[in-house]
């Protein structure tokens, strides 16, 4: 390998980084905006985070970054100066020395100190996402090949358990959904969502009925395997309404790029409505409540408005 020819190519690839790096910083407010609960086009970055968990995984993605960042310029700096101050031509002879023991042992410490210093906000955060408080409500998911259930558990006679089956829309049923107003992304969309409260500690406890799947929103921050004959769990406590998008993330057979996941997030009073709705085995009322809610958090104020901004 000569000097001459890999320099050159390797700076413009940093170079190109750094431009990319410049251009997230500068990502549109009107596209962070619409970040929130799924992915758009030309993003750079994470999804906008709406719990805490969520928040502390961007902040110890950013420091993390910084870090990375900071050793990458730092050994590039030590290769641009070894390669101009010690090449052939400047330094026929080179020297003989094999240890230095100052240097040994910065270059041991130092990079303790760093993993160490990545290490506290980790364990924090492992902390958080592990440390559940006290639900409002509970929700059970089951993974299966290749679609969603949520069931409701119910505390009394009264209070009944009900089950949301979730499949993902056809590139038809999006078309036609998309026709009321409601932004219905492709392969992201459900014929039936879920329903949780804002600002509620939502407990998700999490089980498959074949293979291992994955319940994943990543806006709330909340990733965790469903495993058959097991139940995991993760929580959130969403601080925005809207609706959020997730895919099943464990590879888990032909269909696993086609089993989302749509939390949509409400105010009490409309969910206290719809859960009425679902526990009295209501379920045209129950959309109902869901498409009308859809409508309003998508700006929609009916069809007709809808049609009319088209
Ligand atoms: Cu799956």
């Known amino acids: 390998m000569t000097t001459g020819t890999w320099k050159s190519p390797g700076l413009l690839a940093f170079a190109a980084l750094m431009a990319a790096g410049a251009l997230s910083v500068a990502v549109d407010p009107a596209l962070a905006e619409t970040s929130y609960g799924q992915s758009v086009p030309g993003q750079i970055g994470l999804q906008s985070a709406v719990t805490e968990v969520a928040h502390s995984i961007h902040s110890f993605y950013d420091f993390v970054n ?67 408080p006290k639900p409002d409500v509970t929700i059970k998911a089951i993974g299966n090949a290749w679609f969603w259930e949520h069931e409701y558990p119910g ?79 993760t929580w959130f406590r969403a601080e925005r309404e809207g609706i959020y998008y997730g895919q099943c993330s464990e590879l888990c057979g032909m269909n696993h790029a086609f089993m989302p996941i749509a939390v949509r997030v409400v105010s009490q009073d409309v969910y206290d409505q719809w859960s009425g709705a679902m526990k009295a085995g209501d379920k045209k009322k129950a959309k109902e409540i869901t498409d009308r809610v859809a409508l309003q958090q998508a700006g929609v104020k009916s069809v007709a408005d809808a049609s009319e901004t088209r």
């Open 66 to 132: 910084i870090i990375i960042i900071a050793i990458s310029l730092f050994v590039l700096a030590l290769m641009v100066y070894v390669m101009v101050r010690f090449r052939e031509s400047k330094n026929p002879v080179p020297s003989k020395t094999t240890h230095n023991t100052f240097l040994e042992v910065a270059w041991t410490v130092v990079p303790i100190l760093i993993l160490v210093a990545i290490a506290i906000p980790s364990f924090k955060l492992l902390m958080l996402q592990y440390t559940f």
């Open 155 to 233: 505390n009394t006679a009264e209070d009944k358990s009900f089950i949301v089956t979730s499949n993902m829309l056809t590139d038809e049923e999006v078309a036609e959904k998309a026709k009321t107003g409601v932004p219905a992304p492709r392969l992201l969309s459900v014929d039936n969502e879920i329903l949780v409260p804002v600002n509620k500690v939502v407990h998700m406890l999490v089980t498959s009925n074949d293979v291992i799947h994955n319940w994943t929103i990543p806006s709330f921050g909340s990733k965790i395997d469903a495993v058959p004959g097991r139940l995991t769990a």
